[in-house]
């Protein structure tokens, strides 16, 4: 069973990381780099408190995942977990380059709706974290919202892209299914990113 986890999960980041990086490569100069607040916003808050976390190591216990907390009140917990990386450099590394290949194509395709789309997937995320009790914390569940509704934005542009990119953008959501039943908190993000750009909808290419 575990092989079916790895498989599901090689189905949703390499092609998000694909399509990006070639929408960058071929229609780059169509995205105003100096005119995208929410990421900008989103990963500037990141760094910040990832750095502090560093430096106060006590900020990790004040805002992670911490089911009894949340049940005793502190209802921040269910975005503050987005914005610390408690599993130390390599975390914030991937999470970082996450951030900065996602958003700024996702700014791009949804304007300033993707802070509901954002925040929508990792509040998501970290319900189901905290139901299937998984502590810690990252930007991972957000950043998989984001990719989901990059998947959404190629299906509704469909024929504006090569077509092998349906395939590409239809597979990562039977993953996410998949991934699910391992109670994996990235998956349920990914779906509610999906369901919040369905509604949000992005500009026509």
Not at 71 to 80: N, P
Not at 98 to 105: A, E, I, K, R, S
Not at 127 to 149: D, M, P, Q, R
Request: hydrophobic share 50%.
């Amino acid at each position: 069973m575990i092989i079916l986890f790895y498989i599901a999960n090689a189905l949703l980041l390499p092609p998000a990381m694909f399509f990006s990086v070639n929408y960058y490569r071929y229609r780059g100069k169509e995205i105003n780099f100096s005119a995208l607040p929410v990421s900008k916003t989103i990963i500037g808050m990141t760094v910040l408190v990832t750095t502090l976390q560093f430096i106060y190591p006590e900020i990790i216990p004040a805002l992670d995942r911490n089911k009894e907390a949340l049940f005793a009140g502190e209802v921040w917990r269910l975005i503050t977990p987005l914005f610390i990386q408690p599993m130390g450099v390599w975390q914030c590394v991937f999470n970082g380059v996450f951030l900065l290949v996602f958003m700024p194509v996702a700014e791009h395709f949804y304007g300033r709706k993707l802070i509901l789309i954002y925040f929508i997937a990792g509040i998501t995320g970290q319900i189901a974290n905290f139901y299937w009790n998984k502590g810690g914390g990252g930007s991972s569940t957000a950043i998989y919202g984001v990719i989901g509704a990059l998947f959404v934005y190629i299906l509704l542009n469909r024929n504006n892209f090569p077509r092998p990119y349906t395939f590409l953008a239809l597979a990562p959501f039977i993953s996410a299914v998949i991934l699910c039943f391992f109670q994996d908190g990235h998956a349920p993000g990914l779906l509610a990113g999906a369901v919040t750009a369905l509604i949000c909808k992005g500009k026509n290419l």
